[in-house]
């Protein structure tokens, strides 16, 4: 099939730069490429191949020197940033002079920018890369009246594939049926949409733009747009009768096959959106991790059709127009990306070493697990775990301790109301451990910590373990 879209000639969000770690090199993964992000001795952001010149070891499990080097854990060989190899310990003066002039010891950096709190990649190593970035611009978010500096990114490694992803985004009405228990969303509220069109000519480079009604009781007056931008913007504003506004800036980064990066805010000038009310005296981090927490419930359901109807797409061996019977104007959103995705981009990302566009079959840890999705690379979340960590353990130390003090009140023949007290403590505080325990749990999987390993995504609907 013809491409007119080059996968790789593109502007990646990376990731945002408040899950960025500038003292220690950071690992991700882009198109089926492993990718090491770094701050080097110019507090420039770099971004290169994640393997030594030397032996292919991970550099992202290195450090980075006083010098602002990037240093290999394996034989402690460094690069600068511009991957040029600056030290061989094993080698005299001389022959390290010689190696490091070799381009055989350099690793290849690929271009970036910073936009929007956002580290952008260009994952291309042609020698035209450097010149080639700069005719494109990034997928940023469009000019508003709104806030768009007002909240924070939010991001997480997510177990399904880019297509899947992308085509989910471009399909509203599946909320009131899949989403069903929270928040309005309900199949009674559904209604059906009155129009869903496209808007202008689709183009490899420039995607393509659409425009629909409401699809639920409370948003059947609105005015909504869903902008495609590549390779992996969904841009969509909701405009309500009220003068009321919502900006959903969605990026659906392809890491590998299987598996997407989901970036994301929303922005919104409702003042009547409930706020959570959070108790002040938590950590600003404590409070974003539980406004994190809140959204598992949501993209638990999410994952449990994406993964299944990933898995049956890859068995079927057909082509999608064969597969999905759509008479609905409400697939219009569908039909549209998969065009685009056919007609100028090869019907699927253009991934590194050949690696095929198959989804693998996950079990339920795998598919539940919240560590790997988002809590390892939220600096909040991870910070919360700590904290509940620690709390944990002194809970468990004053156990012991009002333990003790019981045992020696009895020996000494203190009263035994002061024992009885002391008892009582002691077992609230095993108590409390053992609470926060479940609490760290959540923020590491939807399984349960105790019980039956069950994730109940609906109330009506538990998947086993």
């Known amino acids: 099939m013809e491409t007119q879209f080059s996968w790789t000639k593109q502007w990646y969000p990376i990731s945002p730069l408040s899950y960025l770690n500038p003292s220690s090199p950071n690992a991700a993964t882009l198109l089926g490429k492993k990718l090491v992000i770094w701050k080097d001795a110019h507090q420039k952001w770099i971004v290169m191949d994640d393997f030594c010149a030397h032996k292919l070891a991970q550099l992202s499990l290195g450090s980075i020197n006083e010098q602002g080097n990037l240093v290999c854990r394996h034989h402690g060989w460094c690069f600068n940033g511009e991957g040029k190899c600056t030290k061989i310990p094993m080698l005299t003066a001389e022959a390290e002079e010689t190696a490091c002039d070799s381009l055989r010891s350099h690793v290849t950096t690929y271009p970036t920018q910073i936009l929007q709190g956002l580290l952008w990649v260009w994952p291309d190593d042609s020698a035209s890369a450097l010149e080639d970035c700069t005719l494109k611009h990034p997928a940023t978010l469009p000019e508003s009246e709104l806030n768009i500096s007002g909240t924070d990114w939010q991001m997480s490694e997510v177990p399904v594939g880019y297509t899947v992803s992308i085509e989910s985004s471009f399909d509203p009405s599946h909320a009131q049926f899949l989403h069903e228990g929270i928040g309005p969303f309900s199949p009674k509220t559904a209604v059906p949409m009155q129009q869903f069109a496209a808007v202008g000519e689709m183009s490899a480079e420039e995607g393509f733009t659409l425009k629909h009604t409401g699809y ?136 590194a070493d050949s690696l095929k566009d198959s989804a693998k079959d996950l079990n339920t840890e795998q598919l539940y697990d919240r560590w790997h999705r988002h809590t390892k690379l939220c600096p909040n979340c991870r910070s919360s775990v700590l904290l509940i960590e620690q709390v944990r353990t002194i809970s468990q130390m004053v156990t012991g301790l009002l333990l003790l003090l019981s045992l020696g009140s009895l020996l000494i023949g203190i009263s035994l109301k002061i024992v009885a007290i002391a008892i009582i403590l002691a077992i609230l505080s095993f108590i409390s451990a053992s609470l926060l325990d479940d609490f760290k749990q959540v923020f590491i999987s939807s399984i349960p910590k105790r019980g039956l390993p069950v994730v109940t995504v609906y109330k009506s609907n538990e998947i086993h373990s």
């Open 216 to 351: 639920n009781l409370f948003n059947k007056d609105m005015e909504a747009t869903r902008k495609f931008t590549p390779p992996c913007s969904n841009t969509t504003v909701y405009h309500y009768p009220n003068g009321k506004s919502n900006i959903f800036q969605l990026y659906f980064v392809p890491t590998q096959p299987g598996s997407c990066r989901y970036i994301g805010k929303i922005i919104s000038n409702d003042d009547s959106v409930p706020k959570t009310s959070l108790v002040k005296i938590l950590p600003k981090y404590l409070q974003t991790g539980l406004q994190h927490l809140a959204t598992y419930k949501l993209s638990d359901q999410d994952l449990t059709v994406m993964h299944s109807q990933e898995i049956i797409e890859s068995s079927l061996h057909k082509k999608w127009q064969k597969a999905y019977f759509m008479p609905s104007l409400a697939d219009v959103g569908i039909v549209s990306f998969r065009k685009w995705l056919d007609e100028f981009a090869g019907g699927s990302p253009r991934w």
